[in-house]
């Protein structure tokens, strides 16, 4: 490797890319309970799922099992990016901060987090929002590269980097959180479950948990904006002007709880996600 160690990069994105493939219906289930009730967008005003296991069963019925899979190859190229990218960041920023000490500083850890957050979500932003339309259009979706076109032909550049600002937001929380929690919890089980695969367990447990909390609010109103099309050549109706825009409306006509849509299978997907992450990371870690 010499003087630069890359192996965080590529741990990160194999990682995240593993995660994502066993967790992706779970994700589509959330995207989907996220954009419903919507009562000043007619397209999404009705409450057509329940809850998570609901909306699994339904797409999978009337859709067929490959739409809860719709949007895959979009989000395993975000991984790529975004993850490689994030973790591989955090991990060379904290060591070259912290250099040979052990302890954990706590605001090394959320500041290296909160960097890496918002630098690899801003990068991979567009594969994000052909991932969330795919996902909402299920098997009626275009074909990843057809989508990418028809994205770029009718909203230009700026379509590639809809709803950027609240997933930077997002990813800095997520990232801010999950993180530090993580190593801390890692550190801390250490003497009573050493390196293993226990205690990276537990310690993704909660780290999924916390992140899930302080995130969904900001992921429903990502997830509302990316979704919206605003046309280059054709006049549309906004229905959203951005982000605060989205939140005052969206606590206006549907309620505070709203901003929590999709928070089961939010954190019923990270929790996996998470395990799965960290564990193959830790996996990875050992082979060189």
């Known amino acids: 490797m010499g003087d630069r160690d890359w192996r965080p990069f590529i741990y990160g994105g194999l990682a995240s890319c593993t995660a994502e493939c066993g967790t992706f219906p779970i994700d589509t289930t959330k995207t989907r309970l996220q954009i419903q009730g919507q009562k000043i967008d007619g397209q999404h005003v009705r409450l057509k799922y329940r809850g998570m296991t609901d909306a699994f069963l339904q797409i999978a019925r009337q859709e067929g099992f490959r739409a809860l899979y719709s949007g895959i190859y979009p989000a395993v190229i975000r991984q790529a990016t975004y993850g490689t990218i994030k973790f591989g960041t955090y991990y ?33 932003n567009p594969t994000d929002v052909l991932k969330v339309r795919m996902q909402v259009l299920g098997m009626q979706a275009q074909s990843l590269v057809c989508a990418a076109q028809d994205l770029y032909r009718h909203e230009g550049v700026s379509g590639l980097w809809r709803g950027v600002g609240p997933t930077a937001q997002r990813a800095a929380v997520i990232a801010a959180v999950e993180l530090p929690v993580y190593d801390f919890s890692k550190h801390y089980f250490i003497p009573y479950l050493g390196d293993s695969v226990s205690n990276h367990f537990l310690s993704s447990f909660l780290a999924s948990l916390g992140s899930a909390v302080a995130s969904t609010p900001i992921d429903v109103i990502r997830t509302r904006l990316m979704n919206q099309r605003k046309l280059k050549t054709i006049q549309t109706d906004k229905i959203y002007n951005g982000s605060m825009d989205c939140f005052v409306q969206t606590v206006r006509h549907e309620g505070f709880k709203a901003l929590y849509k999709g928070f089961i299978p939010t954190w019923v997907r990270m929790g996996p996600w998470n395990i799965i992450f960290f564990i193959t990371y830790e996996q990875l870690k050992r082979f060189y």
């Open 92 to 124: 060379s920023l904290k060591a070259w901060l912290t250099g040979d000490r052990t302890e954990d500083d706590v605001v090394v850890n959320v500041s290296c987090a909160v960097v890496a957050g918002i630098v690899s979500s801003a990068i991979a």
